[in-house]
């Protein structure tokens, strides 16, 4: 049996909010329908991906479902009509015998609920997860006055993906009259005389549709084990006129001495990242004794810590580091380190601490021979 998949991502996202339509928005460390692509493309059943999109995004859409092996395909002004144009174009090539529609605006697919629906469809036509509306509905009026209680025993709320034979589906497509614009292809599918059924569905696969939708799913399905390193480093004073600490450079009568540009602040918070990661030190990645690395800057050590976590499906959810030294003053460039850290963690300013210490004179740091650095770093990995 061969299936594919057509993921529907032509839309505005006009409620969402303005600019870059949601789909193709940031969610939880990446683009909201790479989500979904990587769900389908990890399950071997899925044989062909496309995906319906505006004709204006078709670079923002290849960067989005880089390496994805998704055919895109132009849609239309409604959602009926995309997914028609969708269904058209898995023609070419041999037609799939099963066909998964789905909303890119729904980024908690997971592989088991597109396994159970192809399973489904041994017994009916058309099928979809869905949940028991727990609420109780009223008809209102535009004035907000209430009309109607309706009753809500035995009514479901569907969600994607639907799962179709492919052949009566298309079949329903082509018969629909341009004008006719249903809720959703069960809709279709069931208007064309198919037989459709329901399978439990998943607060995870709600849709986002409204700006406030976005944090709450989010919080439900980008949520990991939340992992916590740590990081500490220290440099020796020498000759200079500078010391560069978390990406900032300070005018002082002596600069640090190291291999690199010595930021004991940011090697201390690869440190902490590379931690989280359980993927060793900066030593490993950077070793000491290979000369690229003289003089370098440390946003390059940084930068590949981040690109790690990325790597790793995880995402980066807090940083703190303190500077442990006498002098010079970190007081009046500390907003400046903050901004510098949380442009290169990807993660907003209120979520990026740099702090500083003296340890009253006492030890190393004290006697200003060198000085000190530790860091702390939270990340969200993948169960
Ligand atoms: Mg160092």
């Known amino acids: 049996m061969i299936a594919a998949a057509l993921i529907v991502a032509a839309g505005s996202g006009q409620r969402a909010g303005g600019g870059l339509p949601k789909q193709f928005r940031p969610f939880a460390g990446k683009p909201m329908l790479r989500w979904s692509l990587e769900a389908f493309r990890a399950r071997p059943s899925i044989s062909r991906i496309v995906v319906v999109i505006d004709a204006a995004s ?19 002004a409604t959602r009926t009509g995309s997914v028609h144009a969708g269904l058209e174009a898995l023609t070419s090539g041999g037609p799939p015998d099963v ?32 949940l028991p509306v727990a609420d109780a509905l009223k008809r209102v009026a535009a004035s907000g006055i209430v009309e109607n209680d309706e009753q809500r025993t035995g009514l479901w ?3 994607t ?22 809720d959703d292809d069960i809709a279709v599918a069931r208007a064309a005389g198919m037989s459709a059924r329901l399978i439990a569905g998943d607060a995870r696969y709600g849709k986002i549709t409204f700006p406030e939708d976005h944090t709450m799913m989010e919080r439900l399905i980008g949520a990991g084990a939340p992992c916590v390193g740590s990081g500490f480093d220290a440099h020796r004073f020498g000759p200079g006129d500078h010391v560069t600490l978390c990406g900032v450079r300070i005018a002082h009568e002596r600069g640090l001495i190291g291999h690199s540009d010595a930021d004991a602040g940011w090697h201390a918070l690869t440190d ?25 800057d440390s946003e390059v050590f940084l930068r590949h ?21 006498e002098r010079p003053r970190i007081g009046p ?10 442009e290169i963690l990807g993660l907003s300013v209120n979520r990026t601490s740099v702090k500083a210490t003296t340890t009253e ?3 190393f740091t004290g006697r200003e021979e060198g000085l000190a650095a530790q860091a702390t770093a939270t990340v969200l990995l993948p169960d």
């Open 361 to 363: 004179r006492l030890g």
């Open 157 to 159: 709320r569907a969600q």
């Open 161 to 182: 993906p639907q799962a179709f034979r492919f052949a009566p589906l298309l079949a329903a497509y082509r018969a629909l009259s341009a004008d006719n614009v249903l």
């Open 305 to 325: 810590a981040v690109d790690l976590v990325a790597q790793a499906g995880g995402r980066i959810v807090h940083a703190d580091v303190t500077l442990i030294c």
């Open 99 to 130: 066909v998964l529609i789905h909303d890119a605006a729904r980024p908690g697919v997971n592989e088991a609920v597109i396994d159970s629906l192809i399973a489904a469809l041994g017994q009916t036509d058309a099928v979809a997860p869905a």
């Open 58 to 76: 078709g670079s923002v859409f290849a960067r989005c479902a880089a390496g994805m092996d998704a055919e895109p395909v132009f849609g239309a």
């Open 333 to 342: 460039h500390r907003d400046a380190m903050r901004a510098r850290t949380a």
């Open 272 to 296: 902490a990242l590379l931690g989280a990661l359980g993927a060793g030190d900066i030593g490993d990645h950077f070793p000491p004794s290979d000369p690229q690395w003289r003089g370098a």
